[in-house]
């Protein structure tokens, strides 16, 4: 199996940039730690996939968050996406039901439509400087690419291709990823015609990856004879920022009578983290430190 990677490249001479995401690895610690369902691994990998695909642009102490807020049995889903250090993406993702599940749709493949419903997609871009970007756009699909694509062609003006996949098996998640190409302004209508055609014969993400096709191949099959420049690699894992030092400072945050009130209650708090699964247990004790501290 290969490493976890995004990619991207840009052409200049046709004025298109791509990127490409194997995200088998991270998607499969995300599977193990919500047991999520087949049909809401799917949704919720090809989420993270999207999310890492926005990432591999991002500078340090930036980050992405994509949430979609469907009626559909999975509830409200989420993944976002930062730097972890020069060569490396984090990326995480949850749902608000992730035992929901559906049987195949009539073409045989996870009901990812049918789970997520109809709804909202935002996307929120955190910058080291300055305030976040915010966008929302109805799901046109619920497939989650589709409504990423028009999410980027209508909040952010950039013509693009998305696919996204997520293979199941038996033992769980046989491979996962996906791949994005723009048309940045002014670029070539016969190559954005070329890439029309490609995109229109494009092969399950998925399966290609199954079959061994690490990023970079990924990259190629929607580039095809482009020349390529200004190429970049991250290396890609599943990676939450939670720490019960996080959990501490939240709890400061309710206020210093309402830290009294708990400590001198004796019982222990706890907090449960929707992305990573993890539980942090705050004795009476440490809300008093708090307190002393406060």
């Not at 949704?43 to 993270?48: D, E, H, K, T, V």
């Not at 419903?117 to 929302?136: E, R, W």
């Not at 079959?211 to 690699?233: F, P, Q």
């Not at 206020?255 to 699964?277: K, N, P, Q, W």
Request: overall charge negative; glycine content about 10%.
């Amino acid at each position: 199996m290969h490493l976890d990677r995004v990619v991207s490249a840009v052409a200049p001479g046709s004025g298109l940039a791509f990127a490409a995401v194997v995200a088998t690895r991270s998607v499969a610690e995300m599977r193990d730690r919500h047991d999520s369902s087949p049909t809401a691994t799917a949704a919720m990998g090809r989420l993270l996939a999207a999310s890492a695909l926005f990432g591999i642009s991002l500078a340090p102490r930036e980050w992405v968050t994509l949430r979609i807020s469907g009626d559909g049995a999975l509830g409200t889903l989420g993944a976002d996406c930062r730097l972890l250090d020069e060569e490396t993406l984090g990326a995480r993702g949850y749902a608000a039901h992730p035992l929901a599940d559906l049987p195949p749709n009539a073409l045989g493949k996870a009901d990812v439509a049918g789970i997520v419903g109809s709804g909202t997609l935002h996307v929120t871009k955190s910058y080291a400087i300055g305030q976040p970007y915010n966008g929302v756009v109805p799901l046109t699909s619920g497939e989650i690419a589709e409504d990423v694509a028009f999410y980027l062609a209508n909040s952010e003006q950039i013509p693009s291709v998305v696919a996204l996949g997520v293979l199941m098996g038996p033992e769980g998640v046989r491979a996962a990823g996906g791949l994005m190409a723009q048309v940045l302004p002014g670029a070539d209508p016969g190559a954005v015609d070329r890439l029309e055609e490609r995109a229109r014969s494009l092969r399950p993400i998925a399966r290609s990856i199954a079959e061994g096709t690490d990023a970079w191949g990924l990259l190629a099959l929607l580039a095809g004879e482009e020349t390529l420049r200004s190429k970049h690699e991250l290396a890609l894992r599943f990676a939450c920022p939670c720490t019960l030092e996080r959990v501490e400072r939240a709890l400061v945050g309710l206020g210093e009578e309402t830290l009294a009130e708990i400590a001198a209650s004796g019982e222990s708090t706890e907090a449960f983290c929707d992305f990573c699964r993890e539980r942090y247990v705050i004795e009476a004790s440490a809300i008093a430190r708090l307190v002393s501290e406060r």
